[in-house]
């Protein structure tokens, strides 16, 4: 089975903190990619990656950016973390084309 | 990609088979129907895709209509651990369309 895993359930951080979350994914995919998801909003693309090194911003890549230094993971980066950042953010992989594999999700509260 | 329409809520009987509907009027003909669903508190999970010919896996059944602008997405014998929130999606198949648009979806409880 396809695992996607996300380095942490549940993070509080601060207003202006830089904030790293990671997804590593064990099935080789080339995609990466970011969603978050708030309530009435559905889920949302932040960034995705079709390749190590390669990045193409979704639909609200604003206040965030990433990073694929190696095939099987991918980082989030909030350079400083605002309140209305606060949500739940999942990571999913996919072979090109296929569908898409979500980890168990991140919830940020930033205070 | 095409939008699609789905109820916001259903509830089903345990036991029973759940039958979804979706709505994708504007569907373009090389966009597949894809379904995945979201157990509360964790990622979504693929489901089951089809183009134009009904699907079945071992979760589920996919039935499209001839005209493709709608579909149903059927679990045969509903059971407590398939309440969750469903979403319907449209998209193209294939390399360059990687890109998943999540609407609402419906809210499907299993009563006991």
């Known amino acids: 089975d396809v695992k996607v895993t996300q380095s942490s359930r549940y993070l509080v951080k601060r207003t202006g903190e830089k904030v790293f979350l990671e997804c590593v994914q064990d099935?080789?995919?080339?995609?990466m990619f970011w969603y978050r998801q708030d309530p009435g909003l559905g889920l949302r693309l932040i960034y995705f990656?079709?390749?190590?090194?390669?990045?193409e911003k979704g639909d609200i890549p604003e206040g965030y950016s990433v990073s694929r230094e190696k095939k099987e993971r991918f980082s989030l980066i909030l350079e400083s973390a605002s309140t209305n950042q606060t949500s739940m953010y999942l990571c999913?992989?996919?072979?090109?084309?296929?569908?898409?594999?979500f980890g168990p999700g991140t919830r940020l509260t930033v205070l | 990609d095409a939008k699609t329409t789905q109820p916001p809520s259903m509830d089903c009987a345990e036991g029973r088979a759940a039958n979804l509907p979706c709505n994708h009027s504007?569907?373009?003909?090389?966009?597949?129907v894809y379904w995945y669903r979201q157990i509360h508190s964790q990622g979504p999970q693929y489901i089951i895709h089809?183009?134009?010919?009904?699907e079945t896996n071992e979760m589920a059944s996919l039935i499209i209509t001839e005209d493709r602008k709608s579909s149903t997405l059927i679990l045969p014998h509903a059971t407590l651990r398939d309440t969750a929130v469903y979403y319907c999606?449209?998209?193209?198949w294939g390399f360059g369309n990687e890109k998943l648009t999540f609407g609402t979806g419906t809210r499907l409880t299993i009563i006991p």
């Open positions: 099935m080789d995919h080339e995609n």
């Open positions: 999606i449209v998209r193209v």
């Open positions: 990656s079709y390749d190590v090194k390669m990045k």
């Open positions: 999913a992989s996919s072979i090109r084309g296929n569908e898409q594999f």
């Open positions: 504007t569907i373009s003909g090389n966009e597949y």
């Open positions: 089809g183009l134009k010919n009904n």
